[in-house]
Protein backbone atom coordinates (compact mmCIF):
# COMPACT_ATOMS: atom_id res chain seq x y z
CA UNK A 1 0.00 0.00 0.00
CA UNK A 2 1.35 3.35 -0.94
CA UNK A 3 0.80 5.87 2.20
CA UNK A 4 -1.52 8.02 1.27
CA UNK A 5 -0.30 10.77 3.22
CA UNK A 6 3.30 12.05 2.55
CA UNK A 7 5.02 14.91 4.71
CA UNK A 8 9.17 14.92 4.71
CA UNK A 9 11.20 14.81 7.50
CA UNK A 10 11.47 18.18 9.34
CA UNK A 11 14.67 17.64 9.43
CA UNK A 12 15.79 17.04 5.94
CA UNK A 13 17.72 19.68 5.91
CA UNK A 14 19.99 19.14 9.03
CA UNK A 15 20.04 15.89 8.92
CA UNK A 16 23.47 15.50 7.06
CA UNK A 17 23.46 16.60 3.50
CA UNK A 18 25.62 19.27 2.44
CA UNK A 19 25.01 21.40 -1.13
CA UNK A 20 27.62 22.56 -3.16
CA UNK A 21 26.96 25.62 -5.73
CA UNK A 22 26.81 23.90 -9.04
CA UNK A 23 29.72 26.43 -11.54
CA UNK A 24 29.40 29.92 -11.08
CA UNK A 25 25.33 29.74 -10.69
CA UNK A 26 22.72 30.70 -7.94
CA UNK A 27 22.04 27.04 -7.77
CA UNK A 28 22.89 24.19 -4.93
CA UNK A 29 22.49 20.98 -5.72
CA UNK A 30 23.25 18.03 -2.89
CA UNK A 31 26.32 16.32 -2.89
CA UNK A 32 24.63 13.30 -3.71
CA UNK A 33 22.03 13.16 -6.07
CA UNK A 34 19.00 10.01 -7.15
CA UNK A 35 18.63 8.65 -10.55
CA UNK A 36 15.44 6.96 -11.89
CA UNK A 37 17.14 5.37 -14.69
CA UNK A 38 16.94 2.19 -13.54
CA UNK A 39 14.26 0.82 -10.19
CA UNK A 40 11.45 3.08 -11.23
CA UNK A 41 10.46 1.50 -14.13
CA UNK A 42 6.62 -0.06 -14.85
CA UNK A 43 8.32 -3.46 -14.38
CA UNK A 44 9.82 -2.59 -10.69
CA UNK A 45 7.58 -2.47 -7.54
CA UNK A 46 5.79 0.93 -7.03
CA UNK A 47 6.00 0.40 -3.34
CA UNK A 48 9.68 0.80 -3.71
CA UNK A 49 9.87 3.64 -5.49
CA UNK A 50 7.96 5.80 -3.55
CA UNK A 51 9.96 4.67 -0.65
CA UNK A 52 13.06 5.55 -2.30
CA UNK A 53 12.00 8.88 -3.35
CA UNK A 54 10.35 9.80 -0.14
CA UNK A 55 13.51 8.59 1.82
CA UNK A 56 15.88 11.00 -0.59
CA UNK A 57 13.87 14.09 -0.01
CA UNK A 58 13.89 13.09 4.07
CA UNK A 59 17.46 13.41 3.78
CA UNK A 60 18.02 16.08 1.93
CA UNK A 61 18.36 14.84 -1.46
CA UNK A 62 16.90 17.72 -3.60
CA UNK A 63 17.75 17.07 -7.10
CA UNK A 64 16.34 14.30 -9.26
CA UNK A 65 17.36 12.84 -12.68
CA UNK A 66 15.04 11.55 -15.38
CA UNK A 67 15.63 11.32 -18.89
CA UNK A 68 12.49 10.35 -21.54
CA UNK A 69 13.56 7.00 -22.35
CA UNK A 70 14.06 5.33 -18.58
CA UNK A 71 11.99 2.69 -17.78
CA UNK A 72 11.60 0.08 -18.69
CA UNK A 73 9.37 0.60 -21.11
CA UNK A 74 10.71 4.17 -21.82
CA UNK A 75 8.89 6.63 -20.22
CA UNK A 76 7.83 4.77 -17.45
CA UNK A 77 10.22 6.04 -14.70
CA UNK A 78 8.67 9.68 -15.56
CA UNK A 79 4.88 8.48 -15.61
CA UNK A 80 6.09 6.69 -12.03
CA UNK A 81 7.77 10.12 -11.39
CA UNK A 82 4.39 11.86 -11.76
CA UNK A 83 2.82 9.25 -9.20
CA UNK A 84 5.32 10.97 -7.00
CA UNK A 85 4.66 13.97 -7.77
CA UNK A 86 1.00 13.80 -7.36
CA UNK A 87 0.77 11.99 -4.73
CA UNK A 88 3.84 13.00 -2.37
CA UNK A 89 5.64 15.62 -3.57
CA UNK A 90 3.30 18.15 -5.20
CA UNK A 91 3.40 20.66 -1.93
CA UNK A 92 6.90 20.58 -2.19
CA UNK A 93 7.73 20.95 -6.10
CA UNK A 94 9.42 24.68 -5.27
CA UNK A 95 11.71 22.25 -2.98
CA UNK A 96 13.15 19.67 -5.85
CA UNK A 97 15.26 20.32 -8.91
CA UNK A 98 13.93 18.04 -11.36
CA UNK A 99 15.89 17.01 -14.69
CA UNK A 100 15.22 15.31 -17.91
CA UNK A 101 16.69 14.79 -20.92
CA UNK A 102 15.79 13.65 -24.31
CA UNK A 103 18.48 12.42 -27.14
CA UNK A 104 17.95 8.78 -27.82
CA UNK A 105 15.71 6.75 -29.41
CA UNK A 106 12.12 7.55 -27.83
CA UNK A 107 9.39 6.53 -30.36
CA UNK A 108 9.49 5.47 -33.96
CA UNK A 109 9.82 7.42 -36.99
CA UNK A 110 12.15 10.43 -38.18
CA UNK A 111 11.61 12.74 -35.40
CA UNK A 112 12.04 10.70 -32.31
CA UNK A 113 15.56 10.61 -31.48
CA UNK A 114 18.92 12.95 -31.81
CA UNK A 115 19.27 16.31 -31.74
CA UNK A 116 16.61 18.08 -33.67
CA UNK A 117 14.54 20.62 -32.52
CA UNK A 118 11.04 18.96 -33.48
CA UNK A 119 12.37 15.87 -31.28
CA UNK A 120 13.34 17.86 -28.32
CA UNK A 121 10.76 19.83 -28.31
CA UNK A 122 8.24 17.05 -28.72
CA UNK A 123 10.05 15.40 -26.01
CA UNK A 124 9.58 17.78 -23.48
CA UNK A 125 6.38 17.89 -23.65
CA UNK A 126 5.63 14.43 -23.19
CA UNK A 127 7.81 14.60 -20.60
CA UNK A 128 6.43 16.94 -18.57
CA UNK A 129 2.79 15.86 -19.10
CA UNK A 130 4.20 12.14 -17.82
CA UNK A 131 5.96 13.88 -14.86
CA UNK A 132 2.71 16.13 -13.74
CA UNK A 133 4.77 19.19 -13.90
CA UNK A 134 4.56 22.44 -15.97
CA UNK A 135 8.19 22.99 -16.24
CA UNK A 136 11.21 20.98 -15.27
CA UNK A 137 14.18 22.82 -13.27
CA UNK A 138 17.31 21.53 -15.79
CA UNK A 139 16.74 20.05 -19.72
CA UNK A 140 19.89 18.12 -21.42
CA UNK A 141 20.78 17.24 -24.51
CA UNK A 142 21.31 13.85 -23.28
CA UNK A 143 23.86 12.94 -26.19
CA UNK A 144 26.20 14.50 -29.31
CA UNK A 145 23.73 13.68 -32.42
CA UNK A 146 26.92 14.43 -35.39
CA UNK A 147 24.55 14.82 -37.84
CA UNK A 148 22.21 17.91 -36.74
CA UNK A 149 24.32 21.39 -36.74
CA UNK A 150 25.01 22.28 -33.23
CA UNK A 151 23.37 25.64 -33.35
CA UNK A 152 19.97 23.97 -34.13
CA UNK A 153 19.89 21.91 -30.64
CA UNK A 154 21.59 24.53 -28.63
CA UNK A 155 18.71 27.60 -29.67
CA UNK A 156 16.01 24.65 -28.87
CA UNK A 157 17.91 24.38 -25.60
CA UNK A 158 17.80 28.39 -25.18
CA UNK A 159 14.03 28.45 -27.04
CA UNK A 160 12.87 26.04 -23.95
CA UNK A 161 14.08 28.14 -21.51
CA UNK A 162 12.98 31.25 -23.25
CA UNK A 163 8.93 29.18 -23.39
CA UNK A 164 9.21 28.70 -19.52
CA UNK A 165 9.67 24.99 -19.76
CA UNK A 166 12.80 24.45 -18.28
CA UNK A 167 14.54 26.99 -15.58
CA UNK A 168 18.36 25.72 -16.81
CA UNK A 169 19.54 23.57 -19.56
CA UNK A 170 22.89 20.83 -19.20
CA UNK A 171 24.83 19.35 -21.65
CA UNK A 172 25.40 15.34 -21.20
CA UNK A 173 27.93 13.35 -22.96
CA UNK A 174 29.05 15.53 -25.59
CA UNK A 175 32.46 15.86 -26.76
CA UNK A 176 35.18 18.54 -25.72
CA UNK A 177 34.69 20.52 -28.83
CA UNK A 178 31.21 20.55 -29.75
CA UNK A 179 30.98 21.72 -25.62
CA UNK A 180 33.02 24.74 -25.86
CA UNK A 181 31.13 25.66 -29.24
CA UNK A 182 27.98 24.97 -26.21
CA UNK A 183 28.91 26.79 -23.55
CA UNK A 184 29.87 29.87 -25.42
CA UNK A 185 26.89 29.99 -28.07
CA UNK A 186 24.33 29.66 -24.56
CA UNK A 187 26.26 32.06 -22.66
CA UNK A 188 25.74 34.45 -25.23
CA UNK A 189 22.41 34.12 -25.56
CA UNK A 190 21.80 35.17 -21.91
CA UNK A 191 20.95 30.89 -20.80
CA UNK A 192 24.76 29.66 -20.10
CA UNK A 193 25.06 26.12 -19.50
CA UNK A 194 24.24 25.10 -15.78
CA UNK A 195 26.53 21.94 -15.68
CA UNK A 196 27.59 19.19 -17.62
CA UNK A 197 26.46 15.39 -17.08
CA UNK A 198 29.31 12.24 -18.21
CA UNK A 199 30.69 9.11 -16.29
CA UNK A 200 33.06 9.54 -13.78
CA UNK A 201 33.88 7.24 -11.07
CA UNK A 202 37.21 4.93 -10.18
CA UNK A 203 37.48 3.06 -13.22
CA UNK A 204 36.34 5.10 -15.88
CA UNK A 205 38.29 8.60 -16.19
CA UNK A 206 37.45 9.96 -19.46
CA UNK A 207 35.74 13.45 -18.15
CA UNK A 208 39.34 14.03 -16.62
CA UNK A 209 41.06 12.19 -19.65
CA UNK A 210 39.59 14.22 -22.17
CA UNK A 211 39.77 17.65 -20.34
CA UNK A 212 36.00 18.11 -19.73
CA UNK A 213 36.34 18.57 -16.20
CA UNK A 214 38.94 21.12 -16.49
CA UNK A 215 36.67 22.58 -19.28
CA UNK A 216 33.54 22.98 -17.15
CA UNK A 217 35.51 24.94 -14.29
CA UNK A 218 36.82 27.05 -16.42
CA UNK A 219 33.81 28.02 -18.15
CA UNK A 220 32.07 28.12 -14.73
CA UNK A 221 30.09 25.03 -15.52
CA UNK A 222 28.84 22.78 -12.64
CA UNK A 223 29.82 18.71 -13.06
CA UNK A 224 27.63 16.20 -12.13
CA UNK A 225 29.00 12.94 -12.24
CA UNK A 226 26.72 9.49 -13.31
CA UNK A 227 27.15 5.94 -12.76
CA UNK A 228 29.43 6.83 -9.67
CA UNK A 229 29.42 3.41 -8.81
CA UNK A 230 30.42 1.88 -12.30
CA UNK A 231 26.34 0.67 -12.20
CA UNK A 232 27.21 -1.26 -8.86
CA UNK A 233 30.86 -2.61 -9.66
CA UNK A 234 32.48 -0.08 -7.11
CA UNK A 235 30.19 -1.68 -4.33
CA UNK A 236 30.80 -4.96 -2.29
CA UNK A 237 27.81 -5.87 -4.86
CA UNK A 238 29.91 -8.67 -6.99
CA UNK A 239 32.54 -9.32 -4.39
CA UNK A 240 31.61 -13.31 -3.85
CA UNK A 241 29.99 -13.60 -7.25
CA UNK A 242 26.87 -12.13 -9.53
CA UNK A 243 23.63 -12.10 -6.50
CA UNK A 244 20.44 -13.03 -8.64
CA UNK A 245 18.65 -9.72 -7.75
CA UNK A 246 22.06 -7.57 -8.92
CA UNK A 247 22.11 -5.50 -12.32
CA UNK A 248 24.51 -7.68 -14.03
CA UNK A 249 21.97 -10.94 -13.20
CA UNK A 250 19.01 -8.94 -14.72
CA UNK A 251 20.89 -8.78 -17.61
CA UNK A 252 20.31 -4.95 -18.55
CA UNK A 253 23.36 -2.28 -19.64
CA UNK A 254 25.60 -3.94 -17.30
CA UNK A 255 26.77 -6.85 -19.09
CA UNK A 256 28.46 -10.26 -17.28
CA UNK A 257 31.21 -9.16 -19.14
CA UNK A 258 32.43 -6.24 -17.44
CA UNK A 259 33.39 -8.24 -14.39
CA UNK A 260 36.45 -9.46 -15.48
CA UNK A 261 39.44 -10.81 -13.60
CA UNK A 262 41.16 -7.43 -13.95
CA UNK A 263 38.32 -5.89 -12.59
CA UNK A 264 37.37 -8.09 -10.00
CA UNK A 265 40.99 -7.56 -8.69
CA UNK A 266 41.01 -3.82 -8.96
CA UNK A 267 37.49 -3.76 -6.87
CA UNK A 268 38.76 -6.51 -4.29
CA UNK A 269 42.17 -3.82 -3.68
CA UNK A 270 39.99 -1.43 -3.77
CA UNK A 271 37.76 -2.85 -1.16
CA UNK A 272 40.66 -3.06 1.23
CA UNK A 273 42.03 0.46 1.08
CA UNK A 274 37.99 1.38 1.88
CA UNK A 275 38.19 -1.18 4.90
CA UNK A 276 41.62 0.23 6.49
CA UNK A 277 39.92 3.86 6.06
CA UNK A 278 36.81 1.99 7.81
CA UNK A 279 34.32 2.63 5.40
CA UNK A 280 32.44 0.65 2.77
CA UNK A 281 34.08 0.49 -0.97
CA UNK A 282 30.72 2.14 -2.20
CA UNK A 283 31.58 5.20 0.52
CA UNK A 284 34.81 5.55 -0.57
CA UNK A 285 34.55 5.66 -4.34
CA UNK A 286 31.60 8.09 -3.76
CA UNK A 287 33.91 9.89 -1.76
CA UNK A 288 36.80 9.72 -4.51
CA UNK A 289 34.58 11.56 -6.73
CA UNK A 290 33.61 14.32 -4.35
CA UNK A 291 37.26 14.94 -3.12
CA UNK A 292 37.35 17.83 -5.85
CA UNK A 293 34.93 20.68 -5.41
CA UNK A 294 34.74 21.20 -9.01
CA UNK A 295 32.17 18.41 -8.70
CA UNK A 296 29.02 19.30 -7.59
CA UNK A 297 27.19 15.62 -7.36
CA UNK A 298 26.94 12.32 -7.91
CA UNK A 299 23.60 10.90 -9.15
CA UNK A 300 23.47 7.33 -7.42
CA UNK A 301 21.33 4.67 -8.56
CA UNK A 302 19.76 2.44 -5.87
CA UNK A 303 17.11 -0.34 -5.92
CA UNK A 304 16.66 -0.37 -2.16
CA UNK A 305 16.72 1.88 0.48
CA UNK A 306 19.06 0.36 2.07
CA UNK A 307 21.41 1.08 -0.51
CA UNK A 308 20.49 4.51 -1.08
CA UNK A 309 20.85 4.89 3.31
CA UNK A 310 24.39 3.33 2.76
CA UNK A 311 25.51 5.60 -0.08
CA UNK A 312 24.35 8.94 1.54
CA UNK A 313 27.18 7.47 4.68
CA UNK A 314 29.80 8.82 1.75
CA UNK A 315 28.75 12.62 3.05
CA UNK A 316 31.35 13.86 5.19
CA UNK A 317 34.11 11.25 4.41
CA UNK A 318 37.39 11.75 5.87
CA UNK A 319 39.72 12.94 3.27
CA UNK A 320 42.29 11.14 0.94
CA UNK A 321 46.09 10.71 2.28
CA UNK A 322 48.35 11.59 -0.45
CA UNK A 323 49.24 7.68 0.25
CA UNK A 324 46.01 6.83 -0.31
CA UNK A 325 45.71 7.99 -3.28
CA UNK A 326 48.45 6.81 -4.86
CA UNK A 327 47.57 3.21 -4.15
CA UNK A 328 44.25 3.87 -5.38
CA UNK A 329 46.38 5.11 -8.62
CA UNK A 330 48.46 2.20 -9.02
CA UNK A 331 44.91 -0.25 -8.68
CA UNK A 332 43.42 1.53 -11.30
CA UNK A 333 46.40 1.95 -13.37
CA UNK A 334 48.44 -1.48 -13.35
P1 LIG B 1 25.33 3.81 -9.86
O1 LIG B 1 26.69 3.70 -10.41
O2 LIG B 1 25.13 4.52 -8.56
O3 LIG B 1 24.73 2.34 -9.78
C1 LIG B 1 23.53 2.10 -9.12
C2 LIG B 1 23.35 0.62 -8.87
O4 LIG B 1 24.41 0.10 -8.07
C3 LIG B 1 22.08 0.35 -8.05
O5 LIG B 1 20.93 0.31 -8.85
C4 LIG B 1 22.43 -0.96 -7.39
O6 LIG B 1 22.32 -2.01 -8.35
C5 LIG B 1 23.91 -0.77 -7.07
N1 LIG B 1 24.13 -0.12 -5.76
C6 LIG B 1 23.92 1.17 -5.43
N2 LIG B 1 24.27 1.42 -4.15
C7 LIG B 1 24.73 0.25 -3.65
C8 LIG B 1 25.24 -0.14 -2.40
N3 LIG B 1 25.36 0.74 -1.39
N4 LIG B 1 25.62 -1.42 -2.23
C9 LIG B 1 25.52 -2.31 -3.24
N5 LIG B 1 25.02 -2.02 -4.46
C10 LIG B 1 24.64 -0.74 -4.67
O7 LIG B 1 24.40 4.62 -10.83
P2 LIG B 1 23.49 4.27 -12.12
O8 LIG B 1 24.26 3.50 -13.12
O9 LIG B 1 22.19 3.73 -11.65
O10 LIG B 1 23.27 5.73 -12.66
C11 LIG B 1 22.80 6.75 -11.78
C12 LIG B 1 22.05 7.79 -12.56
O11 LIG B 1 22.92 8.46 -13.46
C13 LIG B 1 20.93 7.26 -13.44
O12 LIG B 1 19.77 6.92 -12.69
C14 LIG B 1 20.73 8.44 -14.34
O13 LIG B 1 19.97 9.42 -13.66
C15 LIG B 1 22.15 8.93 -14.57
N6 LIG B 1 22.71 8.38 -15.83
C16 LIG B 1 22.88 9.24 -16.88
C17 LIG B 1 23.39 8.82 -18.07
C18 LIG B 1 23.58 9.79 -19.19
O14 LIG B 1 23.74 9.37 -20.33
N7 LIG B 1 23.57 11.08 -18.93
C19 LIG B 1 23.76 7.40 -18.30
C20 LIG B 1 23.60 6.56 -17.12
C21 LIG B 1 23.09 7.07 -15.93
P3 LIG B 1 21.53 -3.39 -8.09
O15 LIG B 1 20.41 -3.35 -9.04
O16 LIG B 1 22.52 -4.44 -8.42
O17 LIG B 1 21.09 -3.42 -6.66
Known amino acids: MIPPIYSPAPDRYSNGMKYRRCGRSGILLPEISLGLWH ?7 LKRSFEIAHYALDHGITHFDLANNYGPPYGSAEETFGQIMKKSFQPYRHELFISTKAGYDMWPGPYGNWGSRKYLMNSLEQSLQRMNLDYVDLFYIHRYDPETPWEETLQTLVDIVRQGKALYVGISRWPHEATAFGYQYLRERDVPCLIYQGCYNLIRR ?33 LNGIPEDSRIAHGGHLKKEALTETTLQRIRALNEIA ?18 DFVTSVIVGASSVEQLAKNLKAIGSPAFTAEELETIERIIKN
Open 39 to 45: NFGAVDP
Open 206 to 238: EPEEEGILNQAKEHGVGFISFSPLAQGLLTDRY
Open 275 to 292: QQRGQTLAEMALAWILKD
